[in-house]
């Protein structure tokens, strides 16, 4: 069995910084975005950024913490050169919130708490942190807002830590507290076999990294263990470039960093009633019971806020089943072929195109097409339509004499069908759709052609026929 918790740090969506007014995006000259206060001058006195606590308190509803009445901020004290004030403000004793929980697939993962803290500033290793001969020093980054998420070690393989990250990701979206960066988390791992002796990995960078290192630990742990090595508690560091963790130095306990109250801030009270958006389960519910959504269509609309978003603002001009199957399903494929997201699509086209379809005026094929060239170039389906002359052959006078060639023209096939061999008709309807290319309208290809064999009669009766959109016949 394995053991994995994270302590994951997000950079929250402000403006300005945790304790201090200076901004948290702009000039990224080195040492630019600073003041006294971020970098800890004797003297200077922190306030606390009311949005960053707002955005907490959220975070820590939706993951179903218990929220303290009040709370206050610590001295975390370390020697290090990222910190200028030798300490780091964070909270310990009192959390925001704290006995949370996720629901996976498999199985809960529960939040043991989520606080806030400031972050450090940059330390640049020209050469990497193994070899270079100096390190830089940025404190830009120094105050910036970040919120702390610390799990119990529940979570079972690197697959189980992908699910809980998304999942994580989904409510930030939703909340709109996240600023879109780069996630970082320390990852713990253990593993049955040592007793679960526990290896910290610090400042993990995205998630695919999270997964890659949780993955490399669980095999470094074992392979040792295998070797008749004795594994001790320390903490190791990720080299993204080779794949591997090293040894950063021994693991330090709670009681190493000298937790203090911080007398220059005060306690705060929490506000438990700030309003929460519509979250994801909520709104898969709303989907399927106003749209009429299977559950897992739903599911995917949605895994994004404006995913969600813009299949209804479609979903209003378009019929909501077909809104969804298309959004879900080839747009979605389109935008990840061509390495987009979603704010970059117009919905409008997306309406316009669906329109085009739905109309019987486009066929799937050409709709496809142009949809991956809406994705891809930011065509206008109409102006492209009449442009390339893409507008769905549904003259029956010109689908009959097509349908009367490919039949002429395919003996094999009839003779294959009379044999037994149904799909034959396949290769006949793909005839007539090569010789208009691609543009026959399915629904008005002609059936009610008068031929002498009886078996010609059935081959045009087939449900291969039907499958293009054929209901009723009478020949």
């Not at 399927?288 to 739903?298: F, N, P, R």
Request: aromatic residues 8%.
């Amino acid at each position: 069995m394995i053991k994995i918790g994270l302590e994951i740090h997000v950079q929250l969506n402000t403006k300005s910084k945790l304790f201090c007014g200076c901004a948290v995006n702009g000039n990224d000259e080195p040492n630019t975005r600073t003041c006294p206060v971020c970098l800890g001058y004797p003297g200077a006195k922190p306030v606390l950024n009311s949005k960053a606590l707002e955005y907490a308190v959220k975070m820590a509803k939706v993951l179903g913490c218990k929220l303290n009445k009040k709370i206050f901020f610590s001295r975390k004290t370390y020697f290090y050169p990222d910190l200028a004030k030798n300490y780091q403000i964070t909270q310990y004793e009192v959390p925001i919130g704290f006995n949370g929980k996720i629901k996976l697939k498999e199985n809960d993962v529960t939040i043991t708490r989520i606080h806030l803290e400031e972050d450090p500033g940059a330390l640049v290793h020209p050469k990497g942190l193994q070899k270079s001969e100096f390190t830089l020093i940025d404190y830009n980054r120094s105050g910036i807002p970040l919120l702390e998420i610390v799990t119990e070690p529940e979570i079972q393989s690197a697959a189980q830590a992908r699910e809980f990250m998304k999942k994580l990701k989904t409510f930030l979206g939703y909340l709109e507290i996240y600023s879109g960066g780069v996630v970082k988390a320390d990852v713990n791992v253990s593993v049955r076999e040592s007793g679960y002796v526990r290896a910290e990995v610090k400042n993990v960078t995205g998630f695919k990294e999270i997964e890659k290192t949780i993955e490399y630990e669980i095999l470094r742990q074992r392979k040792e263990l295998n070797e008749g090595m004795k594994l001790k508690q320390e903490t190791r560091g990720w080299d993204a470039e080779k794949g591997i963790t090293f040894l950063s130095r021994g693991k330090e306990t709670e009681e190493d960093y000298g937790y203090i109250f911080d007398p220059d801030l005060c306690v705060y009270d929490i506000d438990e009633n700030i309003k929460l958006p519509e979250m994801p389960d909520e709104k898969i519910l709303r989907f399927v019971k106003k749209y009429h959504l299977d559950k897992e269509d739903a599911e995917v609309l949605a895994s994004e806020k404006y995913l969600a978003e813009f299949f209804e603002m479609v979903a209003e001009e378009v019929d909501c089943k077909i809104a969804a199957k298309w959004i879900r399903r080839d747009l979605l494929s389109a935008l990840a072929e061509n390495n987009k997201t979603m704010t970059e699509i117009d919905h409008k086209k997306i309406i316009k195109l669906l329109n085009l379809f739905c109309s019987g005026k486009i066929t799937d094929k050409v709709a496809k097409d142009i949809l991956f060239l809406i994705v891809k170039k930011d065509v206008s389906p109409e102006e492209f339509v009449k442009k390339k002359g893409l507008e769905a052959v549904s003259d029956s006078s010109e689908l009959e004499r097509f349908a009367r060639e490919a039949i002429g023209s395919n003996p094999k096939a009839v003779e294959d069908y009379k044999n037994g061999r149904h799909e034959a008709l396949n290769f006949v309807v793909g005839y007539v759709m090569k010789k208009t290319s691609g543009k026959a309208d399915p629904k008005k290809i002609p059936i009610e052609i008068r031929l002498k064999r009886s078996l010609v009669r059935s081959l045009i009766l087939s449900t291969s026929f039907l499958a293009f959109g054929c209901k009723s016949l009478n020949l």
